[in-house]
């Protein structure tokens, strides 16, 4: 059965500084990976997805991802952080079948110092 | 476009009694999911339907919960009797189909309170 860890459960950071969310994930396949954003009342919102290919991915609101097989790790990466940033994003990989079955993380809860 | 709608967004509710939580997905999406989201936790998927059957429901406690998708568009999660451990975050989600390439998206959630 697959998981995924996402090992810091709260991340503080400066605006304009740089953020690395980090995620690994255990599966006996090729995974399909993916990082949601959840800001407060709200639903998930899908930032970005991996699947094959590149292992350097780019998101929405200039997030990129960067898929390591060797390290089982598909780590979240920001160059420059805004205050809208601060949220609750979650890791997630998806299952090799004909469903679409998500195993998300514990989620990672972002705060942004003005 | 319409996203996926859920009503209501709140409830509260003392042990032992049933609630239900009512989603609609997006216009024209045949796969409809269900999350539980526990404070602090991550969602875990408690059923999966395309159009009216069940794709997967392993992860649903079926002693107390229950969830229809009579039509193939609404969905309606219940839980009879509600414990205290049930209080959560229940998210609805749709897709276009089945499959790892069709996209979730996700409804702002039903947050239930048990007392």
């Known amino acids: 059965a697959q998981s995924v860890t996402q090992p810091d459960i709260h991340i503080t950071v400066s605006e304009g500084a740089s953020l690395e969310l980090r995620c690994n994930y255990s599966?006996?396949?090729?995974?399909?990976l993916f990082w949601y954003v959840q800001s407060p009342g709200q639903g998930l919102q899908l930032l970005l997805k991996?699947?094959?290919?590149?292992?350097l991915v780019q998101g929405i609101k200039g997030f990129e991802a960067e898929f390591k097989r060797s390290q089982s790790s598909f780590n979240l990466r920001k160059p420059s952080v805004h205050w809208s940033d601060a949220a609750e994003y979650f890791c997630?990989?998806?299952?090799?079948?004909?469903?679409?079955?998500?195993?998300f993380g514990g989620g990672t809860r972002l705060m942004v110092k003005p | 476009e319409a996203g996926v709608a859920q009503s209501p967004r709140y409830k509260i509710i003392e042990k032992r009694q049933s609630v239900a939580f009512w989603c609609n997905p997006i216009?024209?999406?045949?796969?409809l999911y269900w999350y539980q989201q526990i404070l602090g936790q991550g969602p875990k998927l408690l059923i999966q339907f395309q159009n009216n059957g069940v794709v997967d429901d392993s992860q649903l406690p079926k002693d107390r919960f229950s969830a229809e998708r009579l039509k193939g568009v609404d969905s309606t999660l219940k839980i009879q009797p509600a414990k205290l451990e049930d209080s959560a975050v229940y998210l609805c989600?749709?897709?276009?189909?089945?499959?790892?390439?069709?996209?979730?998206?996700f409804g702002p959630g039903t947050r239930l309170t048990v007392l």
């Open positions: 997630a990989v998806g299952a090799n079948n004909a469903g679409n079955m998500l195993t």
């Open positions: 216009s024209g999406h045949a796969t």
């Open positions: 991996y699947f094959s290919g590149d292992t």
């Open positions: 989600a749709s897709s276009l189909s089945v499959g790892r390439y069709n996209e979730q998206f």
């Open positions: 599966y006996g396949a090729t995974p399909y």
